[in-house]
């Protein structure tokens, strides 16, 4: 027969092997529905990555620098695909605005645009250690 700690220590060991796949699988079904083609026949992904191609040539170095500071609190894991996402929106304003270079202030609106409202404290806290003024920006928050 099965010592009871023993039994436990399977029962724990079940318990977690569950939550995690439980986890792993909503972070896989949120990445497929964004990979789901919408009326245009193009993902959210698909769009992402056409503003990056497009806008590419626009980034110079302070605003590649600057994307970076910004991002520098999103944990390591995900940092990149942040990066992503935002750079995406941004290169979306920019190509609306006919814009010629990718600047602090379409940088920043883009920002703010795709950023989840529960991460803006952070943001906000962000730009004013680098000194930056936020009052043009107020509309966006």
């Known amino acids: 027969m099965l010592n009871s700690w023993f039994l436990l220590f399977i029962v724990f060991w079940v318990v977690v092997m569950i939550s995690l796949l439980a986890i792993g699988g909503f972070f896989m079904f949120r990445k497929f529905l964004k990979r789901m083609p919408k009326n245009d026949g193009k993902s959210d ?23 970076n500071e910004l991002t520098s609190p999103v944990p390591e894991l995900f940092r990149q695909v942040a990066k ?38 952070f943001l906000r806290k962000k730009l004013d250690e680098l000194k930056i003024d936020i009052t043009p920006y107020e509309h966006l928050f």
């Open 45 to 67: 992904l698909d769009w992402q990555e056409y503003y990056l191609d497009k806008t590419i040539h626009l980034w110079g170095d302070e605003a590649k620098a600057l994307l």
């Open 84 to 121: 992503e996402k935002i750079a995406g929106k941004i290169g979306e304003l920019a190509l609306k605005e006919h814009a010629t270079t990718i600047d602090q202030d379409i940088l920043i609106r883009g920002y703010i645009i795709a950023t989840p409202k529960r991460d803006h404290k």
